[in-house]
């Protein structure tokens, strides 16, 4: 060390005790290397966006029973009951999105200067596994707002650890806790999201800014480049590195304050941005769960869409290599990275390769994104501006054969019969095919004729009776729900059923 | 060698740097620390808010909850207890509870009606006919039973007196539970 600390009875109480100075000049007060870029501060806005997670999660834990009776219940009941419930609850689902955005854009900074390269071979390995940590707290907590969503979601990302070749089937029922997704499943994902998985992230992110501290910051590499042998496993880089970077260290910006400032700046940016977007956008909940729903369509969170959308682009028995490949080999390559690529070149317009391989990573999940989203919108029908399901998709396919001609959907259709764009807030489903199979069974007067089998079956009138319950309306502007069905009684269509009063509504 | 790092305090000076650099310095401490508490404190509000919303929650809407339909059928002179059942919003979870109070009249005209929760310890009071008074089974706490003062034993404070009113011959009540072991009636 250098020179004898002053008098020791000089310091104070703590600082006699704990050497304070001693840990302020080992962790802050460090000289680093001189041209860092406001790219640098993204590792630090990640881990501020964690430490957000961390403290909105422990709060979240108090207001959340992982029981699917109810989970969903708590949900609603934080948000609309709990002071800030509902801010706080969109504060972690957007900061989830925060955390993978950050966290993907860390690695792309230091996959692009370079920085993985010697020495720091091994702290890339550790980010790699903080980067699928992440990605396992997306998985997890997704499911546990235990809402159609949620369940479908899980559902199939589950399912897709059981096309693994010899071990799916296992795999499948350790992750949902047995052979169906249900209460096992959640206490299970809840228990890796609260406890498994934040204990592995504190001991990666120990350890990984342990090694910043160690190693210090990467100097820029431009710096690192000149003169340097031409693979990092040569005898003489390690001589030259040493040399460079110590030269690099000596234009007195000091990891504290001149670093940090930075960071702050950049934390405080990304954490107002975090708040305005939840604030103003909040955090989605859907129905409950419901597992005997056929119709629903399942989409994961948006940084697992790519994935899912590759899936797509495989059907048959090719899906399950591709599900299982792709993943597998994204881990080879990540992990083995630092150590396969020893050139010692850091900049990208030294390394064509390397920056192909992130380009064509990078525009492929961007495209596989849009293509993602495409399909989702598509789904949406202009009228009700909401995903259809497949039934009710096939009915509006119907609607537009046999009823457009008559009546009015959204301003466009015949004149001859009512206006049908809210009638879902009207009538029931139940009621709508009863009526479609023999309108002058209730209304006598009607105009409209019969459509009962033969004219069309009641697979066909049940997927429109499904079309038309979902018009009520475009989200934000729907109409009040007032289902006023009356059915004639007995229904004359149906003999040998037993006569209907209005549905619970 | 830099090792020894720029001094951020006015008394050891630091003659090899120049004071434009310690103010700069002294500029980003603030700004980090100004900022940072800023950050911090944008991070947290709404953890702390949701952490501490039992504390200052709005006390539940007064419900009052049927207990005679004829207030002609009742005892006088005697307290009577009534049973309901009483819903109750538990959070998230709406559960259904037995509850019990002490109800007395002189006149069948106006009632007066007690928590049947022991001030002093919380046990279940009952009635002694013999001594024409209230009785914990717990302390051996006694209470009047026109008043509800307390007459004998540990309890700290009289029997909780409820909100009673009578409407077109049905007696209604506010079932509200109260702190026990304290002389003072604060309601939990």
Redo the contacts between chains.
Sequence with gaps: MSEPDPSISERGWLDRRLDLRGLYRGLLDRPVPSGLTWWHTLGSATLAVFLVQLVSGLVLAMFYAPSPDHAYNSIKFLEQQVAAGRVLRAVHHWGSSAMVVLALLHTLRVFAMGAYKYPREVNWIIGVGLLGLVLGFGFTGYLLPWDQRAYWATQVGTSIASTVPYIGGDLALLLKGGSQLGAATLTRFYAFHVLWLPGGIVVLIAMHLAMVVRQGIAAPARLLETGAPARTDDAEYVEHYARVYEGSKQGGVRFWPDIIAKDVVASLLVIVVLFVVAWWAGAPIEAPADPTDNSYIPTPEWYFLPFFQLLKLFPGSMEATVAIGVPSLLAVVFLGLPLFDRRSTRRLRGRPFAALGASVLLGGSVVLLGAAVRDAQQTVAPETGRVLSSVARAGRATFRRQCASCHVVDGSGGSDGPELTLVGARHSIAWLHSFIENPSAFHADSKMSAFGPPSLSHQEIEEIAQYLSALRGRPGKEAALAIRDTFPSPIPSAPGRAPQTSPPN | ??????PLTRDDSAPEESRK?LRR?RF??T??GV??A??GL??????L?????PV??KPAASRWTKVIDDVNTVDVGVPFKVDFTETIND???ETRALRSVWLYTDDAVSFRAFSSVCTHLGCSVGHDAEQKRFHCPCHHGLFDVKTGEVLGGPPPRPLDSLPVKVVDGEVFIQHLTFRTGIASKVET
């Design positions: 060698m830099t090792e020894q790092g720029v650099v310095r980003l401490v700004l980090s900022l940072g800023f950050a944008l991070a947290t509000a709404p953890s808010m949701a952490l501490f919303s200052f929650r959070a998230w979870i």
